[in-house]
Every structure is written in C-alpha cells, then in structure tokens.
C-alpha cells in the first residue's frame, strides 16, 4: 500500500487482485506485515466458531481461523487470490466463494458466529450497505472484526497497490473513508462500536524490514470491533 502516481495504471480490483495474486504473499507490504502482527489477537480466541471472512485473499487469517478449530467461509472478489488460498487451505474446514458481497451473492452456510475482513473497507464505496449485509449474514450479538489501512493515511492517497513482474505499477480502486464516515456507517446498519484502535508502526513491523522505519511511530492499521 502506498500513494498513486501518474505512471500507475489503475485496475478493476479483480483484474487488479488477479494479478497481484501470484506475487501477493512473498510481497514486501508494510501494511500486509502490520495487519498480520496486529489484526490476529483481536479474535484469536474464536474456537469451534461459524465464521465468515470477506475478502480473504490467499487466505492469511483463514488459515489461522480454520486451524484453531473454526470453520470458515472465505468469499473473495479474485478468482486468482482464491486458487492461491485453496492451495494452503487443502484438508481444513474452509468453504471458499467467489464474488462480490455487495451484489448479493449467495454465502450459504450462515447465520456466522463471527465476521472478519482485513483490507477491504477501502475499496467499498457504500459502507452502509456494506454493513447492513454483514449484519442480515450473523447471527444477533455477533462480532465483526475489521482492520483497515489508518483513514489518516487514506486521507492522503494511500491506498492498495503494487508492481507486477514486468515492472508495471497497477492501482487499485479505493474510497478514502474517515473515521466518522466507518462509524457513521456501522451504527446505521445497526451495529454497535466495542472497541477501536490505532494501529502505529512499531519495533516489530521494522524487525521484518529495516526500510518500514519510516513508519515507526504513524498511524498503519484502524481496527474496529463491532458487535450486532
């Protein structure tokens, strides 16, 4: 994740995720590293849970979901980021859905115990609807855990993006969300905010790669739990 530039080519965020699909997990992302060291304590403790993530990419959290004993609904926009998350997931309690949540797709399986998505409110233009689906998916008082790049670095530009292997930098599509805009969103679809957080470059991030240390000490990540 970092900020556009005139020499980008911006990209549907399924042709866009189709080929960053390949490159996605070996990829040197310091918003990908912040959410993986920062997002997992929030539901670590999920055990034998119904849970569904949206937006589940390669499947980063649904390995650890499914391998604490939780079964697990993956729904992705990605075809490619999907056969990328089948080829880990093989044996373990996933169902994996391709398509868009928010043009209705059928997620069977539910009502879900728990909700997840990391990195994807950014490319949601309608928040209300967003959460007003989630919420009709769970069942009531469900948790939804969210973690997101920081709306202060949104606010800037920053939004998902990378090089592919022939060099080409490829934008994806992305709504620059305040705070107010999430929380707004998330208590018209009727859920309610449990906790909030600021997610800061920190020691950890850096020790995986000593060129995030311009991120020590800035806003990466907001992390949001919300219940129904």
Request: aromatic share 8%.
């Amino acid at each position: 994740m970092t900020n556009a530039n005139h020499d980008q080519t911006v990209s549907t965020n399924e042709a866009g995720y189709n080929r960053w699909s390949r490159l996605y997990d070996a990829y040197p992302n310091p918003t990908v590293a912040a959410d993986d060291l920062a997002f997992p304590p929030f539901w670590a403790h999920l055990f034998g849970m119904n849970v569904l993530e949206i937006g589940c990419g390669t499947g980063r959290h649904t390995l650890k979901l499914a391998r604490a004993g939780n079964r697990v609904t993956g729904v992705d926009l990605s075809p490619g980021m999907l056969e990328q998350a089948a080829l880990k997931l093989a044996g373990l309690p996933v169902t994996l859905i391709q398509g868009d949540v928010m043009a209705g797709i059928d997620i069977p399986g539910g009502p879900f115990d728990a909700a997840l998505t990391a990195l994807v409110i950014e490319h949601i233009s309608d928040l209300t609807g967003f959460f007003a689906r989630v919420k009709a998916l769970l069942k009531p008082g469900a948790a939804f855990y969210i973690s997101e790049i920081h709306p202060d670095r949104t606010a800037t530009g920053t939004f998902a993006h990378f090089k592919d292997e022939d060099g080409q930098e490829v934008a994806l599509a992305g709504y620059p969300h305040s705070v107010a805009d999430v929380e707004t969103a998330a208590h018209a679809a009727g859920l309610a905010i449990e906790q909030s957080r600021d997610v800061l470059g920190n020691d950890a991030l850096v020790a995986l790669n000593p060129k995030w240390e311009r991120h020590q000490g800035r806003p990466m990540l907001k992390i949001w739990v919300l219940r129904g």
